[in-house]
């Protein structure tokens, strides 16, 4: 909005008014920037936010935008002293009966090329954002395949849903004569006491006649018997199978190599539990 105008006359009613109407719209705009200014400082945290909500992986802020948003809220604030100085000049020249020019136009050009310079910028950060949680969940599946073999744990993917592999391995084990003890179902606890947590079951399974000959070589073998099956899900939704493995469980124990037969089936049944 131009201000107003006036060549060799005293201003009016209208006249100061018209100034008044001015500054008002460079308030309302000095607080938009400064609120949106507020909201883009604070995207960084939003973003952590849904990808904690979505169970995505986490990604590297550069925090690119705190720079923007600080940026608006500091053209905001410029522009509001810049506004309130002009007004006030304004006015004491029109009290004064001086000739006013109006400059206004240019104030708004300033504004309007850097909120279109912060608008490409900040394209431009939510481009590279997008770009790296797309390569870190592509990279998610490869992290969690890796079976961590350093702690003797084994994992096999899982064709399946949490309770349909469960389902399919009480039925193998069930065929061959193997008895399972007991199922823990650790999600299903945790959501009793309100605690929220992916599926993950356990299976604790086993046979005397294989379990005791190791128990009799090697009396700490015990605490690892009977044999388990872990059955969970990761944060991208994937199901896993894992266990102990056998060649683990034979050198922590150090029972003779040949009954290392008795505990190598749960890597047949993880496998076959989760085709």
């Not at 003797?152 to 592999?165: A, C, M, Q, R």
């Not at 006649?209 to 605490?223: E, H, R, W, Y």
């Amino acid at each position: 909005m131009d201000e107003p105008t006036q060549s060799g006359r005293s201003a009016d009613l209208r006249d100061y008014l018209a100034a008044e109407r001015t500054l008002l719209a460079w308030i309302r705009t000095g607080l938009a920037l400064m609120g949106f200014g507020f909201v883009v400082a604070r995207f960084a945290l939003f973003l952590q936010q849904v990808q904690v909500v979505q169970h995505a992986p986490s990604v590297q802020s550069s925090g690119l935008s705190l720079w923007f948003g600080t940026a608006l809220i500091g053209a905001g604030v410029a522009v509001l002293l810049f506004a309130a100085w002009r007004h006030w000049r304004l006015v004491g020249k029109m009290n004064r009966g001086q000739l006013v020019t109006s400059l206004s136009q240019a104030l708004a050009v300033a504004t309007c090329m850097f909120l279109a310079l912060v608008g490409i910028g900040m394209a431009i950060y939510l481009i590279s954002v997008g770009d790296s949680a797309h390569s870190l969940s592509e990279n998610g599946k490869e992290i969690s395949m890796a079976p961590n073999t350093s702690n003797g744990i084994l994992s096999k993917p899982s064709n399946h849903s949490v309770d349909e592999t469960l389902e399919k391995l009480k039925r193998i084990l069930q065929a061959k004569g193997v008895n399972v003890f007991s199922i823990v179902d650790h999600s299903g606890e945790a959501e009793k006491v309100g605690l929220k947590m992916r599926p993950t079951k356990l299976v604790i399974f086993g046979n005397p006649k294989a379990g005791t000959p190791l128990m009799q070589a090697a009396p700490t073998t015990a605490i690892d018997l009977p044999l388990k099956i872990l059955i969970w899900e990761d944060a991208q939704g994937k199901v896993w199978v894992s266990y102990n493995s056998p060649a683990y469980l034979q050198e922590r124990h150090g029972f003779p190599q040949e009954l290392l037969k008795n505990v190598a089936v749960v890597e047949t049944l993880a496998a076959n539990a989760g085709e």
